[in-house]
């Protein structure tokens, strides 16, 4: 006496393997990213409620005017990030992006620390809808125009 799977039932077990693989490499897959997720908190959400130290997080908001200082280091800078609500002091240590100014927006991944200031690993500076690129800035709509055409030459 022999066991004879029919093939219909030879599927069946086939795609329910393939749906239980499936499904388990997707909790394997987000249990390995619980720690590398990075969370977005505005500077009333950080002043509101303080994630963890230990944890990762972004920062995001406007560098306050009159708040970039650098440290005697020539590396370490300090400034305030802001919301229109809430002020978060952060200190950074590195080269800053080139477009990190006073009165821009700026995202900044690090961590809190115990004293309340923010501790940057890495800052990314964002520009407004009508950012112009240096090399562009005076010429006027068909000086445009021509550069482009010149570069695609």
Do not use: C
Request: glycine share 10%.
């Amino acid at each position: 006496m022999s066991l004879s799977v029919k093939p219909k039932h030879q599927r069946l077990v086939l795609l329910v393997i393939a749906l239980v693989a499936l499904v388990g490499a997707g909790l394997l897959a987000a249990w390995a990213l619980r720690s590398q997720a990075s969370y977005f908190y505005l500077p009333s959400e950080i002043v509101a409620e303080a994630p963890d130290p230990d944890r990762g997080v972004r920062l995001g908001g406007m560098v306050e005017s009159g708040s970039i200082k650098t440290a005697p280091d020539g590396v370490t800078i300090t400034f305030v990030v802001g919301d229109g609500t809430a002020r978060v002091p952060v200190t950074f240590a590195g080269i800053a992006p080139a477009l990190f100014v006073e009165g821009s927006g700026v995202v900044a991944e690090g961590r809190m620390g115990a004293d309340g200031t923010f501790v940057a690993d890495n800052l990314l500076a964002k520009h407004d809808e009508n950012y112009m690129p240096r090399e562009l800035e005076g010429m006027t709509t068909d000086d445009v125009r021509a550069q482009i055409e010149a570069t695609l030459q």
